[in-house]
Every structure is written in C-alpha cells, then in structure tokens.
C-alpha cells in the first residue's frame, strides 16, 4: 500500500497483527489493511488527519524504521497492552523488542478494549454493519433445505465465523411439538433477545417463509418487538456474507461529515455503514461509489446490549464445545 498525505481515518494500518486478531477485524467490519515492511511511506503523513496504526505484540522495528516512527504523528496502539488488565503498551521507542506477553488472540474483550483505545486516540469506530441496511437482526428458515451433509460438516461448509450451532435456539427445540406457555414464552423472549443484541438465528425445524410466519404467530410474538428483522433463508444470509466479505471500504473525515468509498458486487444487497459515538450507534446506508454521509443525518441510538463489534465479536472465542450442554443434539434432531 503506498500512503499518501491525504490518508484516510480507514482502512486502518496493521503491522506484524497476529492473523486472528487480523481476520476476525474483517469478519466483523473493521476496514484495515497490512503496512508494508517500508515505514518510509509514512514520512509524508498529514498530522492534521486521524488515522492509527496497530502494532502487533511481537512486531519490532530497526532502527532506520524507528527514526521515522519517532517523527510520525499517527497514532500508534501497541496490541500487548491487551494482553492481561496489568500489561502496559510499548512506547515508540520500545519497538525494537518485542514485548514480553502472549501473541494478540482475537476475543470479544479485545474488540471492546481496542474501541474505546481507538476513540481515545481521537478516531472514530466505524465498521460495516452485520446486516444489509436497515435491518438489525436476521431469522433464518430453510437450514435442512441445505441438506444432510450440510448438517452433518456444517461448521466446515458455513461462510460464517462463528460455528453455526451458535446460531440455534435451544427453545425452539422444546417447543418443537408442544404447546406449553412457558415454552412459548421462552422461545418469543430468547428471539427478541437475540434481536436487541444483534445476534443472528437460525431455526432448523423451519422450511419455509410461510412456516416461519406461522410460528411467530403460534408463540404470540409480536413482531413490532423486532421491527427491523430480516427474515430470509438461510442461503441468503451466507450469500450475503460472503459478499460483505469482499466489500472494501475507505472512509474520510471531510466538513460535512464522513466520506465513504465502497467497492465490490453488491448483488441487490444493499450495505450499511455503523458509526459508534461512545455507546451510541447509528446505522446509515451505503451504495455503490462514493457516498456523503452528513452529520445532521446520522441518528445516533443507544443499545447497551449490541457487541460494537457485530455478532462475530460478540461471540469470538467460543466454539461447538462450548455451546450449551444438549444444544447441538437438539438441533440436529429438528432438522432431521
């Protein structure tokens, strides 16, 4: 990448990132792109323009690239400082020595530690959000239309992640085939919780868009409890996920606000860009090419129960073993 004076906020700089923690940033949003080895791209930085540059734990630099570190006035985050509550970020001048903790791993408390350190330096956290715009939430139906050895590799054959158990219900199992209230009621408050975090679901025992609709209705959901829900089958969500993953986004401050520039096949998709303000957030629409995204038009909410990383870093670290005891089974059963 060759680095300019007109640097934008995004993508952000990585250099020497462990590749978890630099996949799971892109699974989830974040535009970052890999510093190349020759620092002297950055002697013609702006200081008067935001940008950051994240240092991995176990990257040094020589002395030559030092010099140049030591006169550049992008903001640097050294990645170590994420290493346990006590640890302490290299300096500039420390970067010739790797730092004495573990490599960066990619988790949920990193993320949030790594959001309010980057709005500390002065930046904002932008990232694309997890859902085509304007939906906040997905319930999928048609997972057993993907077939049997789909279920039976399916965390080997899903685009997300995250394992695909994660995204079951352990309520729609006991609901499946009885009709008792306090399961009703189970399963109606685990969707509207998923949906106000912002977490996905997929129900196997579901077919199709009719049977889904006749379900929502059999539990007395209502669905202005989850007013922005996409309810779309399973093939769709994946499709749609592999598409944001190969969206490329560069994002500048400009007077008005945010300059946006988006690249890649949106396919009818249409994508949203989320901006966090502290604990606020807002979700805005993007379209292809260049986009103005004015500040008197981002309506800033707040909801303390959405990761600010999306579904992938709210979930990051777990895996099929630790999902709840039964769950897989369950699951699998239904689709049968």
């Given amino acids: 990448m060759s680095v300019s004076r007109h640097l934008p906020?995004?993508?952000?700089?990585?250099?020497?990132?462990?590749?978890?923690?630099?996949?799971?940033?892109?699974?989830?949003?974040?535009?970052?792109i890999e510093l190349q080895d020759d620092l002297a791209q950055l002697s013609g930085y702006q200081p008067s323009r935001w940008n950051l540059l994240l240092v991995g734990s176990q990257k040094t630099f020589n002395e030559h690239d030092l010099q140049i570190l030591s006169h550049c006035n992008i903001p640097l985050i050294d990645l170590s400082e994420f290493a346990s509550p006590s640890a302490t970020g290299r300096q500039k001048s420390e970067l010739g020595k790797q730092a004495d903790v573990e490599v960066e791993q990619f988790h949920s408390q990193f993320v949030i530690q790594l959001k309010e350190r980057l709005q500390q330096t002065g930046g904002a956290w932008i990232r694309l959000a997890d859902y085509p715009y304007p939906y906040q939430g997905v319930?999928?139906?048609?997972?057993?239309?993907?077939?049997?050895?789909?279920?039976?590799?399916?965390?080997?054959?899903?685009?997300l992640p995250v394992p695909l158990e994660l995204l079951h219900?352990?309520?729609?199992?006991?609901?499946?085939?009885?009709?008792?209230?306090?399961?009703?009621?189970k399963f109606?408050?685990?969707?509207?919780?998923?949906?106000?975090?912002?977490?996905?679901?997929?129900?196997?025992?579901v077919p199709s868009r009719k049977e889904l609709d006749l379900l929502l209705q059999n539990i007395n959901l209502d669905r202005k409890q989850i007013p922005l829900v996409w309810v779309t089958s399973l093939e769709t969500f994946f499709r749609w996920w592999n598409l944001r993953r190969q969206l490329g986004v560069s994002i500048s401050r400009i007077s008005s606000g945010w300059e946006t520039v988006i690249s890649g096949q949106f396919q009818g998709f249409g994508p949203g860009l989320q901006i966090w303000r502290g604990q606020h957030s807002a979700t805005v629409s993007l379209t292809e090419g260049v986009n103005e995204i004015r500040d008197e038009s981002i309506a800033f909410v707040t909801n303390p129960q959405r990761h600010p990383g999306g579904f992938t870093a709210h979930w990051a670290g777990l895996n099929s073993s630790q999902v709840p005891i039964n769950l897989n089974k369950s699951a699998t059963s239904v689709a049968s």
Wanted: charged residues 25%.
């Fill in 9 to 32: 906020e995004y993508p952000i700089l990585l250099a020497g990132v462990s590749t978890p923690v630099r996949e799971g940033l892109r699974e989830m949003g974040l535009s970052v």
């Fill in 139 to 159: 319930i999928c139906y048609g997972e057993s239309a993907l077939g049997k050895e789909f279920r039976e590799y399916s965390n080997v054959m899903s685009p």
């Fill in 169 to 185: 219900l352990k309520s729609e199992y006991d609901w499946h085939g009885k009709f008792d209230s306090q399961i009703q009621r």
């Fill in 188 to 205: 109606r408050v685990d969707l509207i919780s998923r949906y106000r975090k912002g977490l996905p679901v997929s129900l196997p025992s």
